[in-house]
């Protein structure tokens, strides 16, 4: 099953159905809210990405990169890696294969307070 989502810890393994749990989650918020002036706000798509990390190079060697060139970044392995939406960092989590797809496993959520702190700089 595509839809599947495998969590393997070393405490147990257990099958979630992605596609339920953020279903439940949507209706649920839904339910809180109960305001038909919000029920757009569901339909707006986000941009999610993860970061393994950054570098800053100069144009010439930029320009100088082919095909088999090696770019090293800041990030460190066994890092946690940043999950962004829209470009701001929302959480930490790390990465692992399910049906030889890449996933991410979120280990931590940033705190709305934290954010709001970080666009204030």
């Known amino acids: 099953m595509t839809d599947q989502f495998i969590k393997n ?3 147990q393994d257990e099958s979630i159905n992605i596609k339920n749990v953020f279903n439940d989650l949507i209706e649920d918020i839904k339910e809180e809210t109960q305001s038909p002036e919000l029920n757009f706000i569901f339909d707006i798509p986000v941009s999610l990405s993860v970061e393994l990390g950054r570098t800053t190079i100069p144009i010439k060697n930029l320009l100088k990169l082919t ?9 460190i392995v066994g890092q946690p890696l940043g999950i962004l939406i829209n470009d ?17 496993r979120l280990t931590e959520i940033i705190s709305p307070s934290s954010r709001i702190q970080k666009l204030n700089r």
């Open 67 to 75: 095909q088999g060139s090696v770019i090293e970044l800041d990030g």
């Open 88 to 104: 701001r960092l929302i959480a930490n989590g790390e990465v692992f294969v399910v049906n030889n797809k890449y996933s991410i």
């Open 9 to 11: 810890d070393s405490t």
